[in-house]
């Protein structure tokens, strides 16, 4: 059984449905539109704040929806303009590598080109390292 929204405790209880009971992260969640709360077996975790009833499968849930927003976003406008879905990998292959020649202009100490206002080395240097991996010697 998937959770309702409620706007409020008067609107579920003016419904006459059972409602259940979801912490108020839950309820607030920005990924609420996949999980719904998701099934009643799943919620045995406890929110930071000590409210029971988190799913367990709640982090893993915001980390796959934060992920595919961009691609999705792209797809949908890509779409609505009357292009092919598939030329999103082509729209972000063309921002990794505009990203990649700013990261070579970018030292390491300088903020981030992202405007997160964080180090570049603590933000996207991760992503795009300075050097290329060395491969092991194998062995014989």
């Not at 959770?3 to 449905?17: F, K, L, V």
């Not at 000590?50 to 915001?62: H, R």
Request: hydrophobic share 30%; with cysteine; aromatic share 6%.
């Amino acid at each position: 059984m998937k959770c309702s929204r409620p706007t409020s405790a008067s609107a579920s209880a003016s419904t006459g449905r059972a409602t259940c009971t979801l912490p108020r992260s839950c309820r607030d969640c920005q990924v609420w539109f996949a999980c719904k709360g998701e099934c009643p077996k799943n919620r045995f975790l406890t929110t930071p704040e000590g409210e029971p009833g988190l799913n367990y499968l709640c982090a893993g849930y915001k980390a796959f929806f934060r992920h595919i927003d961009r691609p999705l976003k792209i797809m949908t406008l890509l779409m609505h303009q009357g292009q092919q879905a598939a030329l999103v990998m082509e729209v972000l292959a063309a921002e990794e590598a505009r990203q990649a020649s700013v990261q070579s202009k970018v030292g390491r100490n300088d903020p981030c080109p992202c405007g997160s206002g964080l180090k570049f080395k603590k933000c996207h240097s991760h992503r795009y390292p300075a050097e290329p991996e060395k491969s092991l010697p194998q062995r014989a």
